[in-house]
């Protein structure tokens, strides 16, 4: 790592490398998490990144690297909220690792935004290809020149091959490659990732073999190499002064509830929260002036979240009117019951509504949303912009309040979301804080404790 003083005051320049794919599916992950396992069981202190909106895979990184791994998100966060996040996230660090979505070209609506292509042009990134080469030879050649010439403000740094069959078949494709090959893994020992209907199963729900992975990568990359590459130096961008804390906010963590992003809890403690984390599934409400409910997977914890007593406390500091604001997962949980094809389980009842369970994908894509309604989380005409991913539907009263009108995105019903009832609000965005100001929430929270 080193430090340069430039008259933009202090630069930090780390060996950094992002790891894109041809597409979804090429092993991205298990080359990622194989890498950052490496890393550290070099000693090195890793700092882990994902492009796009996933829960999933950075809950792996953290899992892997012990430090909370930050979403890249120009549509949800601003280009700028881009290099803020990745530069103060590099306090400590040795190195960065990030992790691509998709296909590296593949963006919103067809378009570069919020690919990892433009994840790795904002930050300069030095980026690594990753191609399923089993069955193919010189046609590897062919697929790295398109990706190559696609965009030349991608700085294409080399590839890393997956399923290579032999050495035989190694030498055919370096033979025929203009770029470096970082690494080249033979496909009997690929190792893949248990998957779910929203995907992955989270980090602290499988026990990773990190040194299985990181034997693989030593054994398969040229890790010495890979740490030759970084981005230019940047503007050292600081991490802001948390505010004096004024408020305690509930976050619900555990099984169930699980989904947030990294910089939406640090939003809060910057702003003036003190987060007070617990379980809905085990623990009784804290004492705290507000709650924030992220997504999950509550349909699978149905029975144990109906017979926990957070349920029913839940309810009634939602009747004296705490501002209480879920996303997706806690909009299900906040509303009167989940139906699946188990059974009928009772839900905290505080939104007029009922989660109903679908075999097929709801609801998938970026959102953008508009505060037209009373709330407790922001002011009428601000800008929200996050993501939804659902496998159920949630039937309301007809008369119903909503605080969203989305100008993209499914939302609850006929376009809106953000069901609100008393001071709670809930909805299947999952809002990133970049996006909006959350001192509306904060003000809230600090009303209701005042009363």
Same mark, same amino acid.
């Given at each position: 790592?080193?430090?340069?003083?430039? $008259?933009?005051?202090? &630069?930090?320049?780390?060996?950094?490398?992002?790891?894109?794919?041809?597409?979804?599916?090429?092993?991205?992950?298990?080359?990622?998490?194989?890498?950052? *396992?490496?890393?550290?069981?070099?000693?090195?202190?890793?700092?882990?990144? =994902?492009?796009?909106?996933?829960?999933?895979?950075?809950?792996?990184?953290?899992?892997?690297?012990?430090?909370?791994?930050?979403?890249?998100?120009?549509? !949800?966060?601003?280009?700028?909220? @881009?290099?803020?996040?990745?530069?103060?996230?590099?306090?400590? %660090?040795?190195? *960065?690792? &990030?992790?691509?979505?998709?296909?590296?070209?593949?963006?919103?609506?067809?378009?570069? &935004?919020? $690919?990892? *292509?433009?994840?790795?042009?904002?930050?300069?990134?030095?980026?690594?290809?990753?191609?399923?080469?089993?069955?193919?030879?010189?046609?590897?050649?062919?697929?790295? =020149?398109?990706?190559?010439?696609?965009?030349?403000?991608?700085?294409?740094?080399?590839?890393?091959?997956?399923?290579?069959?032999?050495?035989?078949?190694? *030498?055919?494709? =370096?033979?025929?490659?203009?770029?470096?090959?970082?690494?080249?893994?033979?496909?009997?020992?690929?190792?893949?990732?248990?998957?779910?209907? +929203?995907?992955?199963?989270?980090?602290?729900?499988?026990?990773?073999?990190?040194?299985?992975?990181?034997?693989?990568?030593? =054994?398969?990359?040229?890790?010495?190499?890979?740490?030759?590459?970084?981005?230019?130096?940047?503007?050292?961008?600081?991490?802001?002064?948390?505010?004096?804390?004024?408020?305690?906010?509930?976050?619900?963590?555990?099984?169930?509830? #699980?989904?947030? /992003?990294?910089?939406?809890?640090?939003?809060?403690?910057?702003?003036?929260?003190?987060?007070?984390?617990?379980?809905?599934?085990?623990?009784?409400?804290?004492?705290?002036?507000?709650?924030?409910?992220?997504?999950?997977?509550?349909?699978?914890?149905?029975?144990?979240?109906?017979?926990?007593? %957070?349920?029913?406390?839940?309810?009634?500091?939602?009747?004296?009117?705490?501002?209480?604001?879920?996303?997706?997962?806690?909009?299900?949980?906040?509303?009167?019951?989940?139906? !699946?094809?188990?059974?009928?389980?009772?839900?905290?009842?505080?939104?007029?509504?009922?989660?109903? !369970?679908?075999?097929? +994908?709801?609801?998938?894509?970026? @959102?953008?949303?508009?505060?037209?309604?009373?709330?407790?989380?922001?002011?009428?005409?601000?800008?929200?912009?996050?993501?939804?991913?659902? /496998?159920?539907?949630?039937?309301?009263?007809?008369?119903?309040?909503?605080?969203?009108?989305?100008?993209?995105?499914?939302?609850?019903?006929?376009?809106?979301?953000?069901? &609100?009832?008393?001071?709670?609000?809930?909805?299947? +965005?999952?809002?990133?804080? /970049?996006?909006?100001?959350?001192?509306?929430?904060?003000?809230? #929270?600090?009303?209701?404790?005042?009363?």
């Amino acid at each position: 790592m080193s430090e340069i003083e430039t $008259s933009g005051g202090i &630069v930090r320049n780390i060996p950094s490398v992002l790891i894109a794919g041809t597409h979804s599916g090429v092993g991205k992950t298990t080359v990622t998490l194989g890498l950052m *396992a490496a890393l550290c069981a070099r000693g090195l202190n890793v700092q882990p990144f =994902k492009v796009g909106p996933d829960f999933i895979d950075p809950s792996h990184h953290t899992a892997v690297c012990g430090r909370p791994s930050r979403n890249l998100d120009p549509f !949800m966060m601003g280009e700028e909220g @881009v290099r803020r996040s990745f530069c103060s996230a590099l306090a400590g %660090a040795d190195v *960065a690792v &990030v992790e691509g979505v998709m296909g590296l070209y593949d963006g919103m609506d067809g378009t570069d &935004v919020s $690919s990892t *292509a433009q994840v790795a042009k904002i930050l300069d990134l030095p980026v690594l290809l990753v191609i399923n080469v089993h069955g193919m030879s010189r046609s590897a050649a062919a697929v790295e =020149k398109g990706f190559l010439e696609f965009d030349r403000g991608v700085r294409l740094a080399g590839t890393v091959l997956n399923r290579v069959g032999s050495e035989r078949h190694l *030498a055919m494709l =370096k033979s025929c490659l203009d770029k470096p090959v970082f690494a080249a893994l033979p496909r009997e020992r690929e190792m893949e990732m248990k998957s779910r209907h +929203l995907g992955l199963v989270m980090g602290f729900e499988k026990e990773h073999d990190v040194a299985a992975l990181a034997a693989l990568l030593e =054994k398969h990359a040229a890790i010495d190499e890979m740490l030759l590459l970084s981005a230019p130096p940047s503007p050292a961008r600081e991490e802001l002064a948390d505010a004096e804390k004024s408020v305690r906010i509930g976050i619900a963590q555990d099984e169930a509830f #699980c989904f947030y /992003y990294y910089e939406n809890l640090r939003e809060l403690e910057r702003r003036g929260a003190e987060l007070v984390f617990f379980s809905p599934l085990e623990n009784d409400l804290p004492d705290v002036d507000g709650l924030y409910i992220g997504g999950g997977y509550p349909e699978l914890h149905a029975a144990r979240l109906e017979a926990s007593p %957070a349920r029913r406390q839940i309810k009634r500091a939602s009747e004296d009117g705490m501002p209480i604001y879920g996303e997706c997962g806690g909009l299900m949980y906040l509303g009167r019951a989940i139906e !699946m094809e188990t059974g009928t389980f009772r839900m905290v009842g505080a939104l007029p509504g009922t989660t109903i !369970m679908t075999k097929r +994908l709801a609801a998938l894509g970026y @959102v953008q949303a508009e505060a037209v309604g009373q709330n407790p989380v922001a002011g009428l005409g601000k800008t929200l912009r996050g993501h939804e991913f659902h /496998y159920s539907r949630f039937n309301c009263e007809k008369d119903a309040r909503f605080a969203y009108r989305l100008c993209r995105g499914k939302g609850i019903k006929d376009g809106r979301d953000g069901l &609100v009832e008393h001071n709670t609000l809930g909805g299947y +965005l999952h809002a990133h804080f /970049y996006s909006f100001s959350v001192d509306r929430f904060i003000e809230s #929270c600090r009303n209701y404790r005042r009363t």
